[in-house]
């Protein structure tokens, strides 16, 4: 049985808030302890709150109040702690978010009965070396992208998978996704959308200069490097859209399944592909 659950929602979003208050009142209906993050617990202005690092560890369970960006951003601070959560789209598009806020209640009472089931979704680790040193590390949902600048020349990163060279591509950036990200901007880039039980990473060029330079899918228990061959361009490193950092030349990038997993609850009257049908409008004319 559930006993604790914590509570996130998409910043600066009344909305998000509205919902929020309601949900924490109607789980403590049900002798819940509701943890709530700091940011949330102000703006509902009735309760105290926790650090947002710090309730996975105290939680059985976490409900995500906003759209994917959201999800994402908690399944980073939930890392190695891998407790379930449970994502209601409060947005327009929601691959990961695929609850609705009219079945809310209905899917969360089954939830605190223990009766769901999740879909393990494989995380990237990603470090960054400069001068042999590494000098930044990230645990990743979707996707890690080396993007140039808006003025920089086209970038030259040379990829080995393993101990084995597999080029150097010439292209405006890459993009290293999960499965769970193969819909995010590895779909924009003309990557292929990739079922998200599966075990494996896609490396996609962003408008290579080569046309015969294409996405690739490689094993999830490959290791893949990445090593900067520029110069003076400006060149950037994000993770999951949301954190990164500015890369230098001869600085390597380092990807790898992460030891730990994000556990999403799944819907109990919608399945993955049911999911692309609505969201990418399959079918319609």
Same mark, same amino acid.
């Given at each position: 049985?559930?006993?604790?659950?914590?509570?996130?929602?998409? #910043?600066?979003?009344?909305?998000?808030?509205?919902?929020?208050?309601?949900?924490?009142?109607?789980?403590? =209906?049900?002798?819940?302890?509701?943890?709530?993050?700091?940011?949330? !617990?102000?703006?509902?202005?009735?309760?105290?709150?926790?650090?947002?690092?710090?309730?996975?560890?105290?939680?059985?369970?976490?409900?995500?109040?906003?759209?994917?960006?959201?999800?994402?951003?908690?399944? #980073?601070?939930?890392?190695?702690?891998?407790?379930?959560?449970?994502?209601?789209?409060?947005?327009?598009?929601?691959?990961?978010?695929?609850?609705?806020?009219?079945?809310?209640?209905?899917?969360?009472?089954?939830?605190?009965?223990?009766?769901?089931?999740?879909?393990?979704?494989?995380?990237?680790?990603?470090?960054?070396?400069?001068?042999?040193?590494?000098?930044?590390?990230?645990?990743?949902?979707?996707?890690?992208?080396?993007?140039?600048?808006?003025? !920089?020349?086209?970038?030259?990163?040379?990829?080995?998978?393993?101990?084995?060279?597999?080029?150097?591509?010439?292209?405006?950036?890459?993009?290293?996704?999960?499965?769970?990200?193969?819909?995010?901007?590895?779909?924009?880039?003309?990557?292929?959308?990739?079922?998200?039980?599966?075990?494996?990473?896609?490396?996609?060029?962003?408008?290579?200069?080569?046309?015969?330079?294409?996405?690739?899918?490689?094993?999830?228990?490959?290791?893949?490097?990445?090593? =900067?061959?520029?110069?003076?361009?400006?060149?950037?490193?994000?993770?999951?859209?949301?954190?990164?950092? !500015?890369?230098?030349?001869?600085?390597?990038?380092?990807?790898?399944?992460?030891?730990?997993?994000?556990?999403?609850?799944?819907?109990?009257?919608?399945?993955?592909?049911?999911?692309? #049908?609505?969201?990418?409008?399959?079918?319609?004319?």
């Amino acid at each position: 049985m559930i006993k604790s659950v914590g509570v996130y929602a998409k #910043r600066n979003n009344s909305a998000a808030a509205d919902v929020a208050k309601r949900l924490c009142a109607w789980l403590e =209906m049900r002798d819940c302890k509701v943890l709530v993050e700091d940011e949330l !617990a102000a703006a509902l202005g009735d309760r105290s709150g926790l650090p947002r690092a710090d309730i996975p560890a105290r939680a059985d369970v976490i409900v995500v109040l906003g759209g994917d960006g959201t999800l994402i951003s908690v399944a #980073r601070q939930v890392g190695r702690h891998e407790v379930p959560i449970l994502g209601v789209n409060l947005g327009s598009l929601g691959f990961l978010t695929e609850i609705t806020i009219d079945k809310l209640y209905v899917e969360l009472d089954r939830v605190l009965r223990g009766d769901f089931t999740v879909s393990n979704r494989i995380m990237i680790d990603a470090a960054i070396e400069r001068d042999g040193e590494q000098i930044a590390d990230y645990q990743v949902l979707n996707d890690v992208v080396i993007n140039k600048g808006a003025l !920089a020349r086209i970038v030259d990163m040379e990829v080995w998978v393993d101990e084995h060279y597999l080029t150097t591509f010439k292209a405006d950036g890459m993009i290293v996704s999960s499965p769970t990200g193969s819909t995010a901007y590895n779909l924009a880039a003309g990557g292929p959308i990739v079922s998200p039980g599966l075990h494996c990473l896609v490396i996609t060029p962003i408008c290579a200069h080569t046309l015969t330079n294409r996405p690739i899918i490689v094993s999830d228990q490959s290791h893949i490097r990445i090593t =900067m061959r520029i110069d003076k361009e400006r060149v950037f490193f994000t993770a999951d859209g949301q954190v990164g950092m !500015a890369l230098q030349a001869q600085d390597v990038v380092t990807i790898s399944k992460a030891q730990m997993c994000t556990r999403l609850i799944k819907s109990a009257d919608k399945e993955y592909f049911e999911v692309l #049908r609505t969201k990418l409008r399959w079918g319609e004319r």
